[in-house]
């Protein structure tokens, strides 16, 4: 009797594991729902997707903001199924797939367990601020994970011993999914591409190859020719193979630190190495699973570092720490003391939080809780969930009108300090000698173009949806992620500025730059995303994908391309 009370406790520890998971994922991610500038950008996309203007952030510029290829793709569907508005799509289809990663994390590592299983690493997980942050956000931080969570269940299906294989389309699945990776985000491929090397091995059929790539290979032509490039625009823009150890070890020490997360850490370490067996029993185990994950995760985190981090807190860290935490999601009772750890420093962390001096954020940005920052600068109690949410600030002071008379026929509007340390927008008359669309500069993209007709080109200077400003050299020491800065000659000039409006000071710097952007090099770029697209072109843009579009940098200096 007792026995079959201990295996009915067993059995259903597992649902019990991922109903405790799951509802408080949802309370977690719900309570902190908000939006960000980031995802407005997203959003700016799917708006021209819907008028027919491809997959671009500004009509007529073949640029390519968003670094998740799926994502906005994911957003458009549920928008055509919905008819809701884009930030509550953008919101809840985020919100639903950051409680279905958990909950699928959650119930595939149980099943490496037999008898009663407890959340351990989930808790962990789930306790962070910025994890919840990113449940929702806009961004693609929910679909990430859960993609890692589905790939993870799908590595212990097809590991099972083999008088318990499943048919074998769970091979194919698998290899179709480890190619979407790519697609999702292009750090992503590390997992994806270590699942698809084991699956090759392991299975010899060029079938694995023939189900993995031609999905992403399809789309990495389509953007070599479509957008002249290799990579999404965003990793051009914040130099994504640059280097900055200096700045990547400040942030993992961000993260860290708050949160003693070193300690739950080791206590898990201690729990997965707890009378484990480390010798694969063949290729295809469950140590072949753990270790391709365990890998991957270390590998992305090095990544990290390596670039410097991220200038919003955790945000580049969550992925490697949700896969590392993966194999341990849940603990067997051999354990139970790691998961009464986690447990009781879960309940700590959720009633601490994240601490933020929000007087900070009048000074130097660097690493921020991006959350609590676009609370704090809209001027709002709750954070911004929708576009107009973000009219509210200082800055955006007379923007609605400086948009007006973009529509009048004024060239370009941008920020400036008036007497007494106010801020205000204004506009600069147009030379109708050029046919420029009506232009805003700012560097918080999302914000100003959502809150801008299709029709204004929005821009900035540190390079997200900008070609030109991307190119610039890096700024030592800058902030990572904006440490690029596109001159104010160099905006003036590509656009359709009355040079001869401006006050003496500026026209000279002005007229130097728009002379210089008839070098050849400029060109070319502007070939690339500008020129109509036919078949010449998009060969053309392979082309200039594979050569020039790889290393192309300008000098900040309108004067070095005089002659």
Known sequence: ???????????WSAPASVLVIGVFSLWGGFARRWMSDDGLIVLRTVRNLEAGNGPVFNVGERVEANTSTLWQYLILVARWVSGAELETIAIYLGLLLAVAAMVVGTWASASMHKGLVLPAGALVYLALPPARDFFTSG???????????????????????????????????????????????????????????VL????????????????????????MG??????PHTAVAKSAAGSAWGQGFAYLGDFMAPYALYLPLIVLTV??????????SALRSMQTVVYIFLGAALLHAAYVVHVGGDFMHGRMLLLPLFAALLPIFVVNLRTWWAAVFCAVWAFVIVLHGHPVDRAAYAGQLSVVDERDYWTAVTNRQEPPRRAEDF????????????VQDLAAGDAMTFLYIKDGGQTSWTTVPADP???????????????????????VRVLDEIGLSNPLAARQPRIEGGRIGHDKSLGAAWQIADSAVDIDSLLLGQKDSAWQARTALDDADFQRLFASYKEPLTWGR???????????????????NPGDYLY
């Open 1 to 11: 009797m007792v026995n079959t009370g201990n295996k009915n406790i067993a059995l």
């Open 139 to 197: 961004l693609e931080w929910s679909l990430c994970p859960f993609y890692l969570a589905v790939l993870w269940w799908m590595l212990i299906k097809w590991a099972r011993p083999r008088q318990e294989l499943p048919p074998k389309p769970i091979v194919y699945g698998l290899a179709f999914w480890a190619g979407l990776s790519w697609l999702i985000r292009p750090e992503l491929a590390l997992y994806g591409g270590l699942v698809g090397v």
């Open 200 to 223: 090759i091995v392991s299975t010899r059929s060029w079938k694995v190859i023939a189900a993995a790539l031609p999905l992403p290979l399809g789309y990495q032509v389509f953007r």
């Open 226 to 231: 479509y957008y002249g490039l290799l990579t």
């Open 271 to 280: 729990a997965a190495l707890w009378k484990t067996d480390f010798r694969p």
């Open 391 to 402: 009219l509210g600030m200082d800055v955006m002071n007379n923007y609605e009108k400086a």
């Open 433 to 455: 000698e050029r046919s420029d669309p009506p232009t805003v500069y700012f560097p918080n993209l999302g914000l100003t173009s959502m809150n801008a007709p299709l029709e």
């Open 538 to 556: 998009f060969l053309e843009n392979i082309k200039f994908s594979l050569t020039e579009g790889r290393t192309l940098t300008f000098s900040s």
